[in-house]
DNA sequence: CCCCAGGTAGGCT
DNA sequence: AGCCTACATGGG
């Protein structure tokens, strides 16, 4: 993928690897929003981005380039990946073809657990409402936007406080910083092996199976792994098989047959799924 | 009024 | 181990 530094941040020469919309807009973060000028922009911790379309490609506006060049994992190259997907799957050419753009997103690890205890159960309008209220209370003021709370910040909070902003039940999990602090304290986590960092992932309180897998590929960058929810028990007995299987069945079942390819599918089949127009 | 949303914890068998 | 249900809240 072609890029490189500029003086206000990233130049993105190719659109078929980099489409902001598709990136952004496909359930796998929640603190972005399009601005006055019609361009989105992005939050990340205490880091934001502005992507410009300009000419053949996209200008990113950032006083942290080196942060976002690994946020978006600009360093990988998806048109061998999207190759080797419509090899094995024909029928997600089309798919692909209307996502052209589409990456998957290394993000913080503690505002994906926080983001996707949230998304529990819950709609994505809702989530998004939900967190930026958590970040509008208890993230530092910047230049124009609000910080996502420190780690530090958050574990003080009370289940009252999570009330407040409307999580509801989830209020109970997200005040349970215990079981959060515990996991994070622990040592080379990202040189686990998915097996035993989704064992870890699942004694968080509020993390299930779904959730750990959401955390496992949008922050760990583990893709042999399949996120289910309600839109994937739906697509898996539209495209790949009408055995009765459960949900935790469905995700081992597709991770068996796709490896390291099985993140990539589910996310083009959610962003298929589920966007609007 | 109903039903639904990127499910999970706790209790039961 | 696997199945069942309650669960807050905002939007359609």
């Not at 989105?40 to 410009?52: N, P």
């Not at 099985?262 to 609007?276: D, E, H």
Request: a positive charge.
């Amino acid at each position: 993928m072609k890029y490189f530094l500029t003086e206000c941040g990233i130049r993105v020469e190719n659109k078929e690897e980099f489409n902001p919309k598709h990136i952004l807009e496909c359930g796998q973060i929640f603190r972005f929003e399009i601005n006055s000028k019609g361009n989105y922009v992005v939050y990340s911790l205490d880091k934001m981005a502005e992507i410009e379309e300009c000419g053949d490609g996209y200008n990113i506006f950032t006083k942290d380039a080196n942060y976002f060049i690994n946020f978006f994992d600009l360093d990988t190259d998806y048109s061998s990946i999207k190759k080797e997907i419509i090899k094995k799957l024909p029928f997600m050419q089309e798919i692909i073809e209307k996502s052209q753009g589409l990456r998957i997103l290394k993000q913080d690890v503690f505002e994906m657990i926080v983001s996707f205890i949230v998304s529990a159960n819950n709609n994505i309008k809702r989530i998004k409402l939900i967190l930026n209220r958590l970040c509008e209370r208890c993230g530092e003021v910047l230049d124009g936007y609000r910080a996502f709370p420190t780690k530090e910040v958050f574990c003080s909070l009370s289940e009252e406080f999570f009330k407040e902003i409307g999580a509801g039940y989830r209020a109970n999990y997200l005040a349970d910083s215990k079981s959060l602090k515990l996991f994070l304290n622990k040592q080379d986590l990202s040189a686990m092996p998915t097996i035993t960092l989704r064992q870890e992932l699942l004694k968080i309180k509020g993390v299930g199976p779904k959730v750990a897998d959401c955390i496992l590929l949008f922050a760990f960058n583990k893709k042999d792994v399949f996120p289910v929810d309600v839109w994937m028990e739906r697509v898996y007995y539209e495209f790949f098989s009408k055995e009765t299987r459960n949900r935790v069945q469905i995700s081992k079942y597709l991770v068996e047959k796709y490896g390291n390819l099985a993140g990539y599918i589910q996310q083009y089949l959610f962003y298929y799924k589920t966007i609007k127009n």
